[in-house]
Structure formats: C-alpha cells, structure tokens
C-alpha cells in the first residue's frame, strides 16, 4: 500500500513538474547558423578571449588514435561553455553547449537573457507563455531551452550536437 501511495505521489510530481513545461519544433534552429545560433569566434584561441575566464574544466577526453578529442566546460562570468577541442588541430572546436545567465552575453541571436522572449520564435507564437517554465525550442539537432519568469528570460541554454 505504502508503494502505490508513493507512486501516486510521484506520478503527480512529474505532472505538475511538466504541466508547465513544453517544447516546439523550429525550422531553421541551429548553435552555429541561422538566425537562432550563438554568434561566437572562430577559433579557440579568440573564444577564450571572448571575456576573463574564471574557471575551466576537462569533462572528458576521447582517443581516436591519432588524435584526441577533449571536452571542456569553461566558465565565464554568467556564461558556460562546453566545448571539444582536438589535438590535431588546436585552433578549431565545436561548442556542445553553452548556459547564459547575464545580460551581458549578446552572443543567442534574438535571445538575451533578462528580456522578453520574442513573440514569434520560427511559427511558434510565444505571446502566451507566461510564470515560470521552461520551453524548449529543437531544430534537426540542437536545442535551445529557455527558463521564464514572467516573459522574462532567467537561463539560456543552448545544446548542441558536434559533427
């Protein structure tokens, strides 16, 4: 009896918990094109310069045998970015993912984290999302979620799958 209670209980939770939350398709929604994506450096080496790094984090190296493959959270103020660098070529990474919590961080196309969500996000009219909730937005392979408070945006983050 005790078990089934809980399980009640949690299957409650987990529909309230996702009664708020919800996620679109949108065409055209990608971290590195289009009108969605993070506007970021080129290169590795400019992307650290992008403001001080407060921090930095190796998640996880992979061995391809002749090259490595390197993931790697660093952490800015009111930014984190993930992303993989290779030993064969230091200059060139692939971001797999990026969470702004500032104003400051004017890099998400129409996002910026502190304003409104824009009305329209690809044909998804946004007018009516209103509390606190978390949308999130999928293109073919990354993701944009987006925590609102209000139409406000608290955190921005984009997952992004690597080629």
């Known amino acids: 009896m ?3 209670a809980a399980a009640v209980l949690a299957l409650f939770a987990l529909s309230a918990y ?3 939350n919800t996620s679109h398709s949108v065409d055209k929604l990608s971290c590195d094109s289009g ?3 993070l506007k970021l450096p080129k290169t590795y080496s400019e992307l650290r310069k992008i403001g001080p790094v407060k921090g930095q984090k190796v998640v996880r190296e992979q061995d391809f045998g002749p090259y490595k493959a390197r993931y790697v959270d660093l952490l800015f103020n009111g930014l984190r970015l ?3 660098t290779y030993s064969n070529d230091e200059e060139h990474y692939q971001l797999t993912s990026a969470e702004i919590r500032s104003p400051q961080w004017r890099i998400a196309g129409p996002f910026r984290q502190g304003q409104s ?3 329209r996000v690809g044909d998804v009219d ?3 999302l209103r509390g606190t909730t978390t949308v999130e937005f999928s293109g073919d392979e990354d993701t944009v979620r987006v925590k609102l ?3 406000r945006i608290s955190v921005l983050t984009y997952l992004c799958l690597p080629d």
């Open 117 to 119: 969500l824009p009305p």
């Open 2 to 4: 005790r078990s089934v």
């Open 82 to 84: 993930g992303v993989v």
């Open 35 to 37: 009108p969605y994506s």
């Open 149 to 151: 408070v209000g139409r």
């Open 126 to 128: 946004t007018k009516g």
């Open 18 to 20: 996702a009664r708020g």
